[in-house]
């Protein structure tokens, strides 16, 4: 009897942590994906805000030199700052880290302390 309940439990045991395990292999996933499309992102508007602010200032160089300028700066602010706020909602959206391990240890104790 004793052995049967401690090899249930060993084997409750070894799947929650399986359940941990995984969890957090798809927080792991969730950073690097996260850091990935940031650095890419960062790159190509890096990329674009350079030769697009060069071809405006070029091409508005001799009427409105100023005003290119600032419609770049404000247009790069924007795009960054889309950026982030993006980036932000994707974080803010995800569930709590272990929140499945979690329930499923509650529901493991709840059971074992009506039995």
Same mark, same amino acid.
């Given at each position: 009897?004793? #052995?049967?309940?401690l090899?249930?439990?060993l084997?409750?045991l070894?799947?929650?942590?399986?359940l941990?395990?995984?969890?957090?292999?798809d927080?792991?996933?969730?950073?690097?994906?996260?850091?990935?499309m !940031?650095?890419? !992102?960062?790159l190509?508007?890096?990329?674009g805000?350079?030769? !697009?602010?060069?071809a405006?200032?070029?091409?508005?160089?001799e009427?409105?030199?100023?005003?290119?300028?600032?419609?770049?700066?404000?247009?790069?602010?924007?795009?960054?700052?889309?950026?982030?706020?993006?980036?932000r909602?994707q974080?803010?959206?995800?569930?709590?880290?272990f929140?499945?391990?979690a329930?499923?240890?509650?529901?493991?104790?709840? #059971?074992?302390?009506?039995q």
């Amino acid at each position: 009897m004793i #052995r049967r309940s401690l090899a249930n439990l060993l084997g409750l045991l070894r799947i929650r942590l399986e359940l941990a395990g995984l969890e957090l292999q798809d927080e792991i996933d969730h950073a690097v994906r996260a850091v990935a499309m !940031g650095v890419v !992102g960062a790159l190509l508007v890096c990329a674009g805000a350079v030769f !697009g602010a060069v071809a405006l200032v070029v091409a508005f160089w001799e009427t409105h030199r100023v005003l290119a300028l600032v419609g770049v700066a404000v247009l790069l602010s924007g795009a960054g700052l889309a950026v982030l706020l993006l980036m932000r909602r994707q974080s803010r959206d995800r569930a709590p880290i272990f929140k499945e391990s979690a329930a499923q240890l509650e529901q493991d104790s709840r #059971r074992m302390s009506g039995q």
